[in-house]
């Protein structure tokens, strides 16, 4: 596409977050290109993925899956602003949310102009762009512009939605009396097979909301790769009591590092001290398989040398 995203950007997008929405194939058109275009409505099976593109971002929404989206350029992450930097977002809504959005973009697009794309086709295409995914890897992309741009305004629209409440608050009482599990400190991925170091912030409510960040510095320049979802309140909830288990209070004198674990309960966080955060960072792996993407980099023990 026109916008400009670095290999690195792109293989984060598809490494960390291509289990959370399917990947976009491109498979045998349903008709051929040169032949009249098609509406929505006509296509069979229904399309499963709406991908937009625009200056400076991609996004794609999975129907029964999640919104993840790819920018560059802009926000400040960079020092100087210059646009180097890849920024991922995965949100991952409950699934009422995403059948709603869907029915409403079905109705958007049952009336739409479509063209196939061919099986063969370069992947210059000029931006604003948006295409529909059929479940077989079918493509069909949007004709007009104003539906095109209808379109990305209706992706625009539920991202902000959903980033506007991303971040989770406590919930109900865990078993132990938890409400909430914090955990931040240094982190490392295997990225295209080279090690990437970090810094990892993830949060889980006993609710079933969670969040994770991943922050860091590459050759290629900064990437910052998130992910929020929900998972069942009572895995949650067992989860946190189980991680916590080891969790022991820091004293008044004990220094408090920018790594650390905590815990809410009464609606206060409580930070553990540097010896049981080491045994919360190893339980809270346990979990991560549950939460996926974003929640992957591994957390380094307390202490540990940042490189690898």
């Not at 539920?158 to 409440?165: D, F, M, N, P, V």
């Not at 109900?172 to 240094?186: E, F, I, N, Y």
């Amino acid at each position: 596409m026109s916008a400009k995203f670095s290999l690195l950007g792109l293989g984060l997008l598809a490494g960390l977050f291509g289990t959370a929405c399917g990947g976009a194939t491109r498979s045998a058109s349903p008709q051929s290109a040169g032949t009249a275009g098609l509406t929505s409505a006509q296509v069979n099976p229904r399309f499963e993925r709406v991908l937009v593109a625009e200056k400076g971002m991609i996004a794609m929404v999975a129907r029964d899956g999640c919104v993840a989206a790819l920018s560059s350029g802009g926000g400040g992450m960079a020092p100087d602003d210059t646009g180097d930097f890849e920024e991922m977002r995965v949100r991952c809504p409950k699934p009422e949310r995403l059948k709603a959005w869907f029915a409403q973009v079905d109705r958007i697009t049952g009336s739409v102009a479509l063209d196939p794309v061919p099986e063969d086709s370069d992947d210059d295409t000029e931006i604003p762009a948006a295409e529909l995914v059929t479940a077989k890897g079918s493509v069909l992309k949007v004709r007009q512009k104003a539906d095109t741009e209808r379109i990305i305004a209706e992706v625009r629209a539920l991202s902000a939605e959903l980033a506007s409440a991303e971040v989770p608050s406590p919930g109900p009482k865990s078993d132990q009396g938890w409400q909430m599990l914090r955990v931040t400190g240094p982190a490392h991925i295997f990225l295209a097979g080279t090690a990437t170091t970090g810094v990892l912030e993830a949060r889980i409510s006993t609710n079933g909301q969670y969040l994770c960040e991943f922050v860091a510095s590459t050759k290629s320049g900064p990437i910052r790769a998130t992910k929020s979802g929900w998972i069942s309140p009572a895995v949650a909830s067992t989860a946190i009591d189980d991680i916590l288990s080891p969790f022991a209070d820091v004293v008044d004198a004990e220094r408090r590092p920018a790594t650390f674990a905590a815990g809410t309960s009464a609606g206060a966080e409580r930070r553990a001290n540097a010896a049981s955060t080491a045994a919360v960072f190893q339980r809270f792996a346990h979990v991560q398989d549950a939460l996926g993407d974003a929640c992957l980099p591994e957390l380094d023990s307390p202490g540990a040398p940042l490189g690898l």
